[in-house]
């Protein structure tokens, strides 16, 4: 057989909450819960989509999927219809604001910004402004981009497989301890942004010859924003079969001013955009993580429209604004059933069974004379034992039907 996706299982867990505690702090008690987790070995593009559709997320190689009935500040999947999207004026401002900065230096990004930019002013026989092009946008001020004259500064976006380097690293590290006042170590930095059980199948573009800039491969990847040579900002991101995953974000917090979060959430939707328009098949969305309606710094994720929730009992998607009402309201929203909606915390129930016949589909990898080896679990004892049976069922009910491609490790 095609092993494709392997991973050790485990049932219900939590930890401390960072979203309902004071900046740089966590909940006293351990009130964050998920349902079920996957530390994944190999895990392919296609059973990730799945997977997130259904609400799950990954940390490294660790995969988890909340439990929104049971946690304080419950964790709803959001993403960008990229197709659909078009830039409030405020967003465009942070991108002209920045281009600005890039192409004319201090003096004339420090102009308001509803001013012209002169130095790409049209002339005045043809003052007519062209349709504001978010794609456009977001590369006139790169250094590859053609232009008249020298910018005043050198800025560089460069899309590369997630890899370990020592100036990722050091940022990484400042960033942690100017904005999270937390330390770090180059394990810790590996194991949470440079891991990835993702593999890397191609990806089918019906172009013939997509844009150098676009990725050509699915899998982990981390975009890096250099200024003058340095590495002020990176963001982690998969790219998967129907969307730009944003995984994480970093950046030197000297350069704060300029939005450096929202101008990434815009410059990845621009990527979904552009890959979908270059033919990458079922490409077009930007999935943005999680919604947490609860904590006020996380509500900015609703400004990018048009933005859909996903139900976490259907895994439905629902417009945002639908669902900001049931949110208001209550301390966990299902969209699909407002009639299962809750104001108190409540534990999900355990997951139904298997049949017999789904018993013996499961298979998993044990060690067997030194080398791994898949069995069908009715040819072990793993099934009698509680333990195991209550992780792998609490697995299997996360993942939904995809849980087939999966060979469980152990």
């Not at 009910?397 to 152990?410: I, T």
């Amino acid at each position: 057989m095609t092993i494709t996706s392997i991973g050790a299982p485990s049932g219900r867990s939590s930890s401390t909450c960072g979203y309902c505690s004071l900046p740089g702090e966590r909940s006293f008690q351990a009130s964050s819960y998920h349902t079920a987790g996957l530390s994944a070995t190999l895990l392919s593009c296609n059973v990730y989509q799945a997977m997130i559709d259904r609400g799950w997320r990954r940390s490294g190689t660790w995969c988890y999927k909340p439990d929104l009935r049971a946690s304080c500040c419950p964790h709803y999947t959001i993403r960008l219809d990229a197709l659909a999207f078009k830039p409030s004026k405020s967003q465009r401002k942070l991108v002209n604001r920045w281009n600005r900065f890039i192409l004319d230096g201090r003096e004339k990004e420090r102009m308001p910004l509803d001013v012209p930019i002169k130095h790409h002013q049209a002339p005045k026989k043809n003052r007519n402004p062209l349709p504001f092009s978010l794609s456009s946008a977001v590369h006139e001020s790169e250094a590859s981009s053609a232009r008249e004259g020298r910018p005043a500064h050198q800025f560089e976006v460069v899309l590369e497989s997630s890899s370990y380097t020592d100036a990722k690293y050091a940022l990484f590290e400042k960033y942690q301890h100017d904005i999270h006042h937390d330390s770090t170590s180059p394990d810790g930095f590996e194991r949470f942004l440079v891991d990835s059980p993702l593999d890397r199948p191609p990806i089918p573009y019906s172009t013939s010859s997509p844009p150098s800039h676009l990725p050509i491969h699915y899998g982990s990847y981390h975009q890096l924003y250099k200024l003058d040579g340095e590495l002020i900002a990176m963001a982690v991101l998969d790219i998967l079969p129907h969307c730009v995953s944003s995984v994480y974000f970093i950046y030197d917090k000297a350069w704060e001013e300029f939005s450096f979060g929202k101008l990434s959430a815009l410059r990845e939707a621009s990527l979904a955009r552009e890959m979908h328009d270059a033919g990458a098949p079922g490409m077009g969305y930007l999935y943005m993580g999680f919604y947490i309606h609860s904590c006020r710094k996380m509500r900015y994720k609703g400004e990018y429209s048009p933005s859909y929730l996903a139900d976490p009992e259907k895994y439905t998607w629902h417009p945002l604004e639908d669902c900001l009402p049931l949110l208001d309201k209550y301390q966990y929203a299902c969209f699909s059933d407002p009639s299962h909606c809750s104001d108190s915390v409540v534990e999900d129930e355990d997951p139904p069974g298997l049949s017999d016949g789904d018993v013996e589909d499961i298979n998993i990898m044990i060690r067997h004379e030194g080398e791994s080896v898949v069995f069908p679990i009715t040819a072990t004892n793993a099934w009698e034992n509680a333990m195991i049976r209550n992780e792998l069922l609490m697995c299997i009910h996360g993942l939904g039907d995809v849980w087939k491609e999966v060979v469980f490790r152990f």
